[in-house]
């Protein structure tokens, strides 16, 4: 006769653990041990060179690597930027439109989930010096000639790199800001202006709040994968300055011993800062869940 | 027959401790309580969700405390009918026969007999989602009852249903138990339900049993003053008493108290006949006679007679106050 | 007027994510197209019939075939257990577990992807199939759990008292009663993961080490040069696949909704 003391909540928790605990195992083995022997390889053993160090200059100190931080600094805020105005834009014209939304919500799925590599390929034909894009301006007589036209490819100012993600980041974003408007009752905006508000007054007071925290999580969760992206960079991008992920991958796959650390060394002072600012995104966006769920 | 002896459960701030608790074989015992009581606690521990700290459970005199809930030939039927949605009426039927590995033969025999015992002939290529409410719950039971349970446990199986189906329902649980003899343990927070069903009848409050016995002593004679809570049919009353005297009713009664009290008469302490004092408002139906709820000027009282009246009936009544039970006010 | 001006902009901005596509869908189909025509002179077909004629096409096919089947099964194997303990889970580490699941979503993946390479290097697991299917694992893995979870979260506790109570062991009731209730969320994962790890390019090319062709890595001669044609024609395939398998998930997951 078996008499236990335990109560049954505990004991199912053991049980349980057993089915959750090959995820767990392969996500610390694969997924968080390869950033910490990333982060001791860096530091130099029989492989590695100490990659925190060029010259005995601090990395983050370094002339190049610091133009390449900026760089990608303007380009992530400016594209992010860009795409929430945009999204934002998009969904006060929409919002109140079911056909469009419904349709864009089937729609918007295809740029959502096109690889980047895709993305990069296309908008290279669709936007070089002789591209479509090009060739449309020269018919309208916005330009006269071949050598007038606007460089996307591989141009310093990296303009390629960000029309090739706001392709891609505005659909995403509007598609999050969408969602978060599913149960809210827009009767409230018709009552707002009944009671005298204006619209745009109706749309700051009542709507924004509804979507603020949706919008700025989708933003921060855009800007840091722009700052670390490579596939669209390596395509589309300048070598000089470089986005910092291109630079980390072309140093890791071609470079020396001692370019492989930098890399490495680099790749960790990012992955710290990310993984700060996922960690709180994620953990407020359950608690977020949660709380909509007891309410 | 199901045995608890000196059980106890604890969690978090609430305790559970039954002393001795019995469902007969061949008896639908109906276990009353409200929310909290420790109702879905105590059928936990039953089927072998839980465990408890100290005491015994038994099945047919054998424990079944080491069981795990698989073995222990315990059935569930809940309120949400939870039929298997990806398959049909035969299929949730026949599901623990075919899991078992019994012949085709074996399993069409008994579903359909089962299938004719719960008036679904003819339902078994439909899916759950076309059925009724009503047509849920007789598959639920039927695929309980084809594995040949030593308990049927109900956790409130009515809830929710119209009191039309719910008798009919009634009807066909207390057929089928009649045909199989089977114990079952009926959980429900109506009372007038369990008046219905059962056979005998308990009461749960704050994890201890508080009554037990047929449903006409649990109407007439409550051990435990507290259950009236549940019932609607209570008469209750503050009143004064002074000289030993007050009045009830517009009846005065003697009594060898003095002070503030809770009045409190059962429908059977007031005999009715017909008269002008009051008029009927409602009428009861239970197995032992009728209830009936009486309009006296502002106030509303409970009697219970075995002769019938009908709404509309002007009635005289006499309060018996040897059945008056008296509850100091705090 | 207001109303023109709104949907002048929203046709824009559907215009803006259609052109690329429709530009090398163009370009695919043509044999000469030069400066400044918006249309081409010569349309052919032949970029195409190249394109089938190609070892590598058929090779690339097979690789991406057989790397996606691995990467779903083994998402599988991990997944639906892990998914339906959390699911089941009342303790208060439920938000941290499913936290520690799902971070490889929201990490970069060039962080992974350096640091990962760097370990197989120690392990010896570059330029090796396994490599490349634990590669797209850990991107697909989350979004696998998530389908899961969310599948698992709908279907009713008390299904396992009742198949328990009818005497049913929990393995045999799991896969009899719990399991093909999440049948449309477990499609759902495959095709979700399938479509990730057709996506892969960095990893597939860091970890395979440009051995193992898939066909997203079929685009690699043409970043630098080389045929633009034919380069446009693949991609234009793979996007259909994309679509294929987009419109598949919708149709799948709508569907599932008009049943519940």
């Given at each position: 006769m078996k008499q236990s003391k335990k109560n049954g909540l505990m004991k199912s928790l053991n049980k349980k653990i057993f089915l959750i605990l090959p995820i767990i195992i392969f996500n610390i083995i694969f997924f968080f041990g390869s950033f910490i022997i990333g982060i001791f390889s860096s530091f130099g053993n029989t492989f590695y060179?100490?990659?925190?160090?060029i010259d005995n200059n601090f990395i983050l100190l370094d002339k190049n690597i610091l133009r390449n931080i900026i760089f990608t600094f303007k380009i992530s805020s400016i594209a992010t930027f860009i795409s929430l105005v945009l999204a934002l834009i998009l969904l006060y014209l929409i919002f109140n439109n079911t056909h469009l939304k419904v349709f864009l919500k089937k729609f918007l799925y295809l740029p959502l989930l096109t690889p980047y590599l895709l993305i990069a390929f296309f908008m290279m034909y669709a936007f070089s010096t002789s591209g479509l894009f090009n060739r449309i301006l020269f018919n309208l007589g916005v330009?006269?000639?071949?050598?007038q036209g606007i460089v996307?490819?591989?141009?310093?100012?990296g303009r390629g790199i960000v029309l090739a993600y706001i392709w891609k980041t505005t659909p995403f974003i509007l598609l999050v800001l969408i969602n978060s408007l599913?149960?809210?009752?827009?009767k409230l905006l018709t009552i707002a202006e009944s009671l005298g508000s204006s619209k745009l007054q109706s749309y700051n007071n009542i709507l924004w709040p509804h979507i603020k925290s949706s919008f700025l999580y989708s933003g921060m969760i855009v800007f840091t994968f722009i700052f670390s992206a490579v596939e669209i960079p390596l395509i589309l991008?300048?070598?000089?300055?470089?986005?910092i992920g291109h630079w980390a991958f072309q140093n890791f796959q071609n470079g020396e011993i001692a370019l492989r650390s930098q890399s490495l060394a680099i790749g960790s002072v990012i992955l710290f800062l990310n993984i700060i600012i996922t960690l709180f995104i994620g953990y407020k966006l359950l608690r977020q869940v949660s709380y909509e769920k007891n309410n | 027959m199901l045995e608890m002896h000196q059980l106890n459960y604890s969690i978090n701030d609430f305790n559970l401790r039954i002393e001795n608790f019995e469902v007969k074989n061949n008896n639908i015992h109906s276990l009353l309580g409200n929310s909290g009581a420790g109702k879905s606690t105590l059928l936990n521990l039953i089927a072998g969700h839980l465990y408890p700290s100290k005491g015994d459970i038994l099945l047919n005199s054998k424990?079944?405390?080491?069981?795990k809930p698989n073995k222990r030939k315990i059935a569930l039927i809940f309120?949400?009918?939870?039929?298997?949605?990806?398959?049909?009426v035969y299929e949730n039927i026949g599901y623990a026969l075919k899991a078992k590995k019994k012949s085709q033969m074996e399993i069409q025999n008994k579903v359909t007999l089962w299938l004719k015992r719960m008036n679904?002939?003819?339902?078994?290529?439909?899916?759950?989602?076309?059925?009724s409410g009503g047509e849920k719950k007789r598959v639920a039971i039927a695929r309980a009852l084809i594995t040949d349970p030593k308990l049927i446990l109900m956790d409130e199986?009515?809830?929710?249903?119209?009191p039309k189906l719910r008798d009919e329902m009634i009807n066909l649980i207390k057929t089928i138990q009649k045909e199989t003899s089977i114990a079952i343990l009926y959980i429900t927070h109506d009372f007038e339900e369990a008046l219905k069903i059962s056979d005998t009848i308990s009461v749960i409050k704050d994890g201890k049993i508080i009554h037990s016995g047929i449903p006409k002593e649990l109407l007439f004679?409550?051990?435990?003053?507290?259950?009236?809570?549940?019932?609607?049919y209570y008469n209750k009353k503050k009143v004064t008493i002074s000289n030993h005297k007050f009045n009830l009713y517009n009846n005065v009664i003697h009594s060898n108290k003095d002070g503030d009290f809770c009045c409190i008469l059962p429908p059977q302490g007031i005999l009715l006949s017909f008269g002008n004092s009051g008029v009927i408002i409602e009428k009861h139906y239970l197995k032992y006679g009728n209830i009936y709820l009486i309009n006296h000027g502002e106030e509303t009282l409970y009697a219970f007679s075995h002769e019938h009246f009908e709404k509309n009936d002007c009635v005289d009544f006499k309060i018996q106050s040897e059945f008056i039970r008296y509850k100091k006010e705090k | 007027m207001k109303k023109i001006i709104k949907y002048i902009f929203i046709s824009s901005f559907i215009v803006y994510i259609i052109f690329p596509i429709i530009t090398n869908l163009i370009l695919s189909f043509s044999n000469v197209w030069q400066w400044?025509?918006?249309?081409?002179e010569e349309i052919t077909l032949k970029h195409y019939n190249n394109i089938f004629n190609q070892r590598n096409f058929l090779k690339a096919i097979l690789n991406t075939t057989t790397i996606g089947i691995m990467v779903i099964l083994l998402n599988y194997i991990l997944v639906i257990p892990s998914a339906y303990g959390v699911s089941r889970l009342k303790s208060k580490y439920k938000a941290i577990i499913i936290t520690i699941i799902i971070l490889p979503i929201i990490v970069p993946p060039i962080l992974v992807l350096l640091n990962l390479y760097n370990h197989f290097l120690v392990w010896d697991l570059t330029d090796h199939y396994i490599g490349v299917v634990i590669a797209h694992m850990i991107p697909s893995l989350p979004y696998m759990f998530i389908l899961l979870y969310l599948g698992f979260e709908?279907?009713?506790?008390n299904y396992e008292s009742i198949f328990l109570s009818l005497g049913i062991n929990p393995m045999k009731g799991f896969f009899t009663v719990i399991l093909p209730q999440v049948k449309e969320a477990i499609i759902l994962g495959g095709i979700m993961t399938f479509l990730i790890s057709i996506s892969q390019y960095l990893s597939t090319l860091l970890i395979g080490g440009g051995k193992i062709l898939t066909m997203t890595l079929l685009l690699t001669p043409y970043?630098?040069?080389?045929?633009a044609r034919i380069g446009a024609a693949y991609g234009i395939l793979l996007i259909l696949l994309c679509t294929f398998l987009i419109y598949l998930y919708e149709r799948i997951l709508l569907g599932g909704k008009k049943n519940a």
């Open positions: 060179e100490n990659g925190w160090f330009i006269h000639d071949l050598s996307f490819i591989n141009d310093i100012s599913e149960h809210f009752d827009f991008g300048p070598t000089r300055p470089q986005m | 424990s079944i405390l080491h069981l309120q949400n009918s939870l039929l298997f949605p990806h398959m049909n679904l002939m003819g339902y078994g290529k439909r899916m759950p989602h076309e059925l199986p009515l809830n929710g249903l119209d004679n409550p051990v435990d003053l507290s259950i009236i809570d549940f019932f609607t | 400044p025509n918006i249309w081409p709908k279907v009713d506790p970043i630098q040069g080389g045929n």
